[in-house]
């Protein structure tokens, strides 16, 4: 869980107490759903718009290089912060970290992941009652960068120095506070846009940067995808007058869903076990009981190399998996999908997962329209 000047922010990921899990989860959820997701769009085509031409104006000269993951890394944190402030704070617009907060976030996930094996270390290294206690009385600043970025950007957006004119997640969590006041109190609603600032940035550019990557590894699959986009335009399938590929037309290109999907696959973002507590009565998972307290869970990286599932050929890289009209196609599709794990799955799978996929869908299309990455 993150902290912000001595409290600590009891996160969805971070809570063990189901029933704030289930009431916190519904007082947001509006703000995620898919009818959500159509006043986000334009916010993202033009952070989408912007990455495009500074991409041009940076790096698309002979001989330039680009660190395309650090670039992939801005290009979500600014649509984070458009969808969540009306705002692009100007990463990809001045090629910078901005609050350095991605060096913060890849500094405490490698803390994270021995930490949150041995949790008692974290009461010691960062939740330490003296620290707490001298952050509450503003002697120290203990509080996670995450928490620290949302703050600076809630006090931007909410002292109106700039103009907001459309739709956005802060609006939707103040009207979810209207609606809840004593429940969504200021200190859940940081929670909330904190939560957003450290799992909504990192998740996408890892699964956009695996796109890329293996598109490069498998020239003819670039070929094939490159070939499916130009094709569609060709036919009036699908647009791309404004230079951005709308999510309804990306949504015509089964080729560009089957890379994805694949990538989702091969490489999902989030290696670690998903870890669940037993409930005190303990239960019987696959056969077995598990006593009460038990942390269980999957690996997406270990579900996504089932042989029985996905074919002999799991280690490989291959989008045609996810292609196939036929019934026998359609019921071994129908099997995958099931068993995909990227974003979780149960009452806490993903509830960005609409924005991610907004993003992915618009920002592969649109840029292999405009770029020949190599
Ligand atoms: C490709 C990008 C993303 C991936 C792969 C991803 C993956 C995940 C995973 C694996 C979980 C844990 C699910 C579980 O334990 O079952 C999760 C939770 C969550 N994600 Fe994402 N995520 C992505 C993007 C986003 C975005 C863009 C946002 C916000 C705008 C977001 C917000 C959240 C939140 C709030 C939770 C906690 C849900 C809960 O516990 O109720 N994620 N995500």
């Avoid at 021995?114 to 509080?143: C, E, H, R």
């Avoid at 996408?204 to 796109?211: K, Q």
């Avoid at 070939?227 to 290109?253: F, H, N, P, V, Y």
Wanted: aromatic content about 10%; glycine content about 6%; overall charge negative.
């Amino acid at each position: 869980m993150q902290i912000s000047k001595g409290e600590i922010l009891q996160s969805l990921f971070g809570t063990q107490d189901q029933d704030y899990h289930m009431k916190l989860r519904r007082t947001v959820s509006g703000a995620f759903s898919m009818s959500s997701l159509v006043q986000y769009e334009p916010r993202v085509n033009d952070t989408v718009r912007v990455f495009l031409a500074r991409t041009e104006e940076l790096y698309a000269a002979p001989g330039k290089s680009c660190n395309f993951i650090l670039w992939l890394q801005y290009f979500a944190f600014d649509v984070i912060t458009e969808i969540t402030y009306s705002r692009r704070v100007g990463f990809v617009d001045n090629c910078e970290d901005v609050d350095g907060i991605i060096a913060w976030l890849n500094k405490i996930f490698d803390y994270q992941a021995p930490v949150g094996q041995m949790p008692w270390l974290d009461k010691l290294f960062v939740k330490n009652p003296i620290m707490t206690l001298a952050s509450k009385y503003g002697l120290i600043d203990n509080s996670s960068g995450t928490a620290k970025f949302s703050r600076a950007r809630m006090a931007e957006r909410l002292s109106g120095r700039y103009k907001k004119d459309s739709m956005d997640l802060l609006t939707m969590f103040l009207k979810a506070q209207k609606e809840n006041p004593t429940f969504f109190d200021d200190g859940r609603l940081l929670t909330m846009t904190t939560s957003i600032a450290l799992a909504g940035s990192d998740t996408t550019a890892i699964s956009l940067a695996a796109v890329f990557y293996y598109l490069l590894i498998n020239p003819e699959c670039y070929e094939k995808l490159n070939r499916e986009i130009d094709e569609s335009i060709a036919t009036g399938l699908i647009s791309d007058a404004s230079g951005i590929i709308t999510w309804t037309d990306a949504q015509k290109l089964p080729y560009l869903h089957a890379c994805i999907q694949e990538t989702f696959r091969i490489h999902p973002a989030i290696a670690m076990i998903l870890e669940r507590l037993v409930p005190p009565q303990g239960m019987e998972i696959a056969g077995e009981f598990i006593p009460g307290g038990t942390v269980v869970g999957c690996s997406p990286w270990v579900m996504h190399r089932q042989p029985e599932i996905f074919g002999e050929d799991v280690d490989i890289w291959r989008p045609e998996r996810w292609m196939g009209n036929s019934d026998e196609d359609e019921r071994r599709i129908k099997k995958m999908n099931m068993v995909m794990f990227q974003f979780g799955g149960g009452s806490r799978t993903c509830l960005g997962k609409h924005i991610a996929l907004l993003e992915m869908y618009k920002l592969v299309p649109s840029f292999l329209r405009r770029f020949e990455v190599n």
